[in-house]
Structures are given as C-alpha cells and as structure tokens.
C-alpha cells in the first residue's frame, strides 16, 4: 500500500522549525512516502507581523531550498506549498502571494482572532481572560469566512482552540456544520492534521465528531504532520488513516498546480 502524502511541515525560515527541506525529504524516503508537501508560514506584506513566519525576502530563497530538495530526491513528489494565514483585510496581499510563485497549494489557517495569536504558548495566560466558548465561536466565524473567501485550497487545523486544553461549554458542532457547508461550496479540503497528538490536547486536529460531520456533508480531507523538525514527517499515519476510515472516508486529495485530483486511501 502507498504511504499517505504529508502536506504540511515548515522549516528554519518561519523561525521555530529546525530541518531543511531536504532532510524532511529524506525522512520522507525512509518512510516510504512518495509525495510531500512544504508549506512554511508565509510572510506578511511588511517584516515584523509576529515572530513566527518568514521575512518577505525570505520567500526566494524559501522556493529555491524547496527546488533543491526536488534535484536531491528525484524519486519523490515535493509540491511547493505556503500556510498562509487568513486575516480580513490581508485578501489582496494573499493574491499577490499566489501570483509569485508557482505553488501547488495553499494551506489557510486561522490562528489569528484579533492581534490575538491562540495558539501562541507565549500567550497562553490569554485564554485566562476569554470566554472559551466565545472564543470558538469567533473561531469559526473566521473560519467559514476562509473558507468563503476562494483563497485556499485547503483548511488547516480546523479545530485550533483546543490546542491546550481549552474546550467550549456547549456544543459548537452546529456551527462546524454551517462551515462545512461553505467549504464544500467552496472545493476547499480541510486536513486531518496529527500535530495535535503532540500538544495538551492529545487528538488529532480534527476531532472524530468534526470530521464525521465532514464526511456527511462531502468534504474531502488531506493529511498532514505539521512537522517542525524531519523526525516529525508522517507522525501518527496509522492512527490518521484508522480515523479517516473510521468516519467513512475512503477517498483523500492530492494537489498540483493548485489543481485537486481524489485518490483511493488504500491507493494514497
């Protein structure tokens, strides 16, 4: 059985990643993977947004690292990818991202709730002066705002918020629904993204409720690690696959040229 492609890792240049892209590549080999993704945190219009994506003259030499893990590792598929995050009022800056370069895809993210980074440990003592619930709430209003906004192919860690540890009072799966209906609308895909096994929350992003609710409305999926560091690439394929399964999908996405194409999973 081919391995699931990993579409999401990063690298030095977003500041908290160790690793080129070449030597996430060759984790990817080792693996048995035959397609990867680089989807580093893309930079703003102007340096000095916040201390955790690339400079804008970074972007360059981002592509060219990207590229030389392609002539290193010939044998294996490595698409060319940003997480690029949805801010309103950053729309035309975010077209201007996918004008320079020739990307396969765009992750959007939401991580942003006013000048509040949630998922920030730096900012952790935040959520102590918000209402959670409030908190997704907001979230996912943001969220089905990303997905509306044509600008991504995929959505990144749809459930953030629980990152650590914090979880709203009442259900907010009604308003997940009202999401997925938008990024169905859309073609938007969201991941199943296994990072979160690795926070406080201990469960992949998204949880197994979400993603069902995902199934039933036909939204399609994608996998990622968001590896930080090389031995971080494929992390949690098994446990990925089984939840995918688990749910009823059978199918996940590849991307090229910003154009989608549906795999079998057994086939993946």
Not at 62 to 83: D, F, N
């Amino acid at each position: 059985m081919r391995q699931l492609a990993d579409y999401h890792m990063h690298t030095p240049l977003c500041r908290h990643a160790t690793g080129e892209p070449v030597d996430y590549a060759a984790q990817a080999v080792a693996l048995g993977l035959e397609e990867i993704g680089i989807s580093d945190h893309s930079p703003m219009r102007e340096d000095g947004f916040d201390s955790w994506r690339m400079n804008l003259d970074d972007l360059d030499n981002y592509v060219a690292a990207v590229e030389q893990a392609r002539v290193a590792h010939p044998g294996l598929t490595i698409r060319l990818a940003l997480e690029v995050d949805y801010l309103p009022g950053q729309e035309d800056w975010i077209r201007d991202l996918a004008a320079r370069h020739p990307w396969d895809y765009f992750i959007g993210s939401v991580h942003y709730l006013g000048g509040w980074d949630i998922d920030n440990p730096q900012k952790l003592a935040e959520w102590k002066h918000r209402d959670v619930t409030e908190v997704w709430v907001a979230y996912v209003e943001r969220l089905t705002e990303a997905a509306r906004s044509g600008l991504f192919d995929i959505l990144g860690h749809i459930d953030l918020p629980k990152k650590f540890g914090h979880y709203p009072d009442v259900s907010v799966l009604p308003r997940y629904e009202r999401f997925l209906e938008t990024a169905r609308a859309a073609g938007v895909a969201i991941e199943l993204n296994t990072a979160g096994l690795r926070k406080d929350c201990r469960e992949i992003y998204p949880s197994r409720a979400i993603l069902a609710a995902a199934y039933r409305c036909g939204v399609p999926i994608t996998f990622g690690s968001d590896a930080h560091a090389p031995d971080e690439v494929g992390s949690a394929w098994a446990e990925a696959m089984a939840l995918a399964r688990s749910v009823g999908y059978r199918t996940c996405c590849r991307f090229a040229a910003r154009r989608r194409s549906e795999v079998p999973l057994d086939l993946a």
